[in-house]
Every structure is written in C-alpha cells, then in structure tokens.
C-alpha cells in the first residue's frame, strides 16, 4: 500500500513516518557507546558470529557528524550481515536505520542480528538503486548518511550452494538475490563466445580471456556447464602454465565477472550513487567501500564530478547553484591496515572514499586543485588567490576544484 503523502520540508517526511508507527524511536535507548566495539567509537571486533565488518571504526568516525543531530537517519545500503549497521546503532541511540540487500538470507540474518534495536530499523528487500523508491515509500525526502559496503558478503561466499566461491563445488548460480534473474550456468551455457570474452575481459579484467571463452564454448557443446568445480577446472586448463603459477587462483578473475554479469553490480552502482548522493540532507555523509578497482573507479568518478562545479568553465562567475555538492572527506581512497588485514583477510582489497553533501551556493575557504591549494571566494572571480607560485594563469573560477578538505 503506498502510504498518503506527508508535508514537504526536510523533516516533513520524517514525522509522518514516525507517525506511522515504522519506527519508534525512544522505547530502546542503548546510553552512548553502550553497545559499540570496545576502544571508543567502533575499533574493529568480531561481532556476534565472529563476522568483522571491514574498516569500521573509520566508517563510524566518518558518518558521526551527520548523525550527531536531531533526527538522524542512516542508509546501510548493502546491510548484509548486519555488522556495520549494528554498530551504527549501537553509537548513535537515537538514529533510525533503513537496511537495504538484495539477497532475502542477509536481510534474515540481519534482522536477528539488529533484533534488539528493531524499533529504530527498517529492512527493505531490494537492489540499492531502487533507494529513491524504497524513500518515497517511506515518505523521506532526505537522509543523513548513506553507507555502501559493496560486493558479496562472508556469508555468501562461505556458502558453498550459493555458488561463489571457485574453491568449493556448487551449481553454477551467484545470484545474490536467488529469487530473480539470470545465474551464471545461463551465462556460460548461452552467451557466445563474443560476449563471454568481452565480459571476462571487462568485469574480470582476464588477459586470457578469448582462450578461456573458447574453451567454455567447446566444453558446453558436450555437456551444459553447471558446477563451478568443473568450471574452475576448465578456466585452470585454458591458462597457460607459466600464468598459473602468479596471481593466485587462475579461476578468480573469471568468477568474479561472471558475478558481476549475474548481478548487474557495476550498473547497479552507476545509478544508486547519484541517487544516495540526491537523497542526502546538507551535511549529510556518503561512504563507500568498495572491493576492485572497477568498483572505485566508479565510486571515484561519481565523487569527483559532484566536488567540481557544474558551470561552463569559461563563464567567469559561477551561477546560483552550479558550485560543487560534494566535499571530498578522503584524500584519494583509504585502505585497512596491516593489523585489520592480517585479523581479516578479506579486508586486504577494501577502499574507502567518503564525501559530505554541500550547498552549492554557500562560500567555502580551502580547496585543492590540481595539487595546488586555492582559496575560494564566494562568488568565485578572477582575483581567487592561490598559495602556491604558480601565477601564470588567471583562475577563472573553480570549476575543477575537488574540495578536499581532509578527514573530520
Ligand atoms: C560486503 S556485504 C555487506 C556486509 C555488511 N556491511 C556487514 O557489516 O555485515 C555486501 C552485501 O551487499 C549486498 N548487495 C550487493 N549488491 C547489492 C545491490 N546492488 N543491492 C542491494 N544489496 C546488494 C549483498 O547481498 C551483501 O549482503
């Protein structure tokens, strides 16, 4: 049932959900800390089930300032094992949390997980683009954070029957929401060799990626390719030996395209970015972790068109609204360290970017362009100072500039 609509205005959504009885915040009122990992705000644990959730206490830090006010309301967009959110939760008493993930055995989980703070959270089924539905329905026109922890979850690749996981035999599915769309066994059995070679190439990054497509075809045409041991065997035999032995196993970069083929993940981000980026409240903070260099190209390239102005680079003054939306809270991506690497191996591939949204119009100081430092004005002109010697060129105005201003 789609619910009436509420007032307009930032908040005007919030009450009427609250109104409706979706959340209730305040019957469970965990102090301060009380629940959150030891060592202050969220250092790294194991939790529950022994799942760590990957760079936690620097994604706490981050998100704090949009959630230390009134009303807050966080975005866990990839909730899956419930450990981020958990943590969330358990810092800010008063935030409401709308858990998004495709796959219906993460929401499970979770929901058992976040059962103690139940009133404060909302777990929707869906794939994190459809957020601006998942808001609507629940008649919010902002947010205050958004968090993204990309790609499959401990629990999928540890389950064999999911089908992930090249070390364990398994039908050939990777679908993590296994109620819908096409698995991998479709995939290989009915792609041609064009499209199988252009996906390994693109999604898997695999320079052997024609021999491996043309073995797929000539295997498939014996019997249909439907378990990934046979699979892995089959890619391992199409590689030639010297390459076998670097880069760890030589099945891993075609299973991690046929994953990403399975379930759309890079369209998937492409649109869900701008559309958390549009959701968040002035403040309001965007962190994703991401797992291959795919992924945070992605991620990187939506952060850096919203840091910049949207104006006509030669227009001398920008006009109302074109100033940038975004500040960057991370210098370039961010990476565990070694400890939280050695306790969690599947952290070694995480990279964090993060960024805060910004009014367009407003003055802001520092920025940094090109390496260099600028001071902006707030009608951005040609006497913009810059605090290196380079003065060569006029500064237009700041149209390029990615509004770093370091962590918070
Ligand atoms: C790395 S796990 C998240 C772990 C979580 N942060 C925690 O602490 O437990 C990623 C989760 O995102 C989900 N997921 C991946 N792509 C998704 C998408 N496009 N839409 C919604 N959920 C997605 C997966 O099903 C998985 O449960």
């Not at 022994?50 to 830090?61: E, F, I, N, T």
């Not at 006029?394 to 149209?399: A, C, D, Q, T, V």
Request: glycine share 8%; hydrophobic share 40%; proline share 8%.
């Amino acid at each position: 049932m789609c619910p009436t609509p509420g007032p307009k205005g930032r908040f005007g959504g919030r009450t009427h959900w609250k109104a409706r009885g979706i959340f209730v915040v305040g019957k469970r009122q965990a102090s301060h800390g009380s629940g959150a990992p030891a060592g202050g705000r969220g250092a790294p644990r194991a939790m529950g089930n022994g799942h760590v959730p990957v760079l936690l206490s620097r994604c706490l830090d981050l998100l704090a300032p949009a959630l230390d006010r009134t009303d807050p309301v966080h975005v866990d967009a990839t909730v899956g094992l419930g450990g981020h959110a958990e943590a969330v939760l358990a810092a800010h008493p008063t935030v409401r949390l709308i858990g998004l993930d495709r796959d219906p055995e993460a929401l499970r989980r979770s929901r058992e997980r976040l059962a103690p703070y139940a009133d404060r959270v909302r777990l929707e089924h869906a794939v994190y683009d459809e957020l601006p539905d998942v808001l609507a329905r629940l008649q919010l026109n902002t947010v205050d954070s958004v968090l993204f922890d990309l790609g499959v979850s401990s629990m999928q690749l540890d389950e064999p029957r999911r089908g992930f996981s090249y070390a364990r035999d398994a039908p050939l599915d990777m679908r993590m929401d296994p109620t819908r769309g096409i698995t991998a066994a479709d995939v290989v059995n009915t792609y041609s060799a064009a499209e199988l070679t252009r996906i390994l190439r693109r999604y898997g990054e695999e320079r052997f990626a024609p021999r491996i497509a043309a073995a797929i075809v000539r295997e498939r045409q014996r019997e249909p390719l439907t378990s990934s041991a046979r699979l892995a065997e089959l890619v391992r035999a199409a590689v030639p030996a010297p390459a076998r032995r670097t880069g760890g196993h030589p099945a891993k970069r075609t299973f991690q395209a046929l994953r990403i083929e399975v379930n759309g993940e890079l369209s998937a981000l492409e649109a869900a970015l701008p559309a958390a980026i549009g959701a968040l409240s002035l403040g309001g903070r965007i962190v994703v972790l991401s797992y291959h260099s795919l992924e945070d190209r992605i991620v990187k390239q939506a952060f850096a068109a919203r840091a910049r102005s949207t104006a006509p680079v030669e227009l001398p003054v920008l006009p109302p609204g074109t100033g940038p939306t975004l500040r960057l809270l991370t210098k370039g991506a961010e990476v565990p360290s070694q400890d939280e690497i050695e306790a969690n191996p599947r952290a070694a591939s995480a990279k964090l970017r993060a960024a805060e949204r910004i009014d367009p119009d407003a003055p802001r100081g520092r920025a940094i362009r090109g390496g260099r430092t600028v001071t902006r004005p707030a009608t951005p002109d040609i006497t913009a100072t810059q605090t290196t010697s380079d003065t060569r060129r006029p500064r237009l105005h700041s149209r390029d500039t990615q509004a770093f201003e370091g962590g918070p």
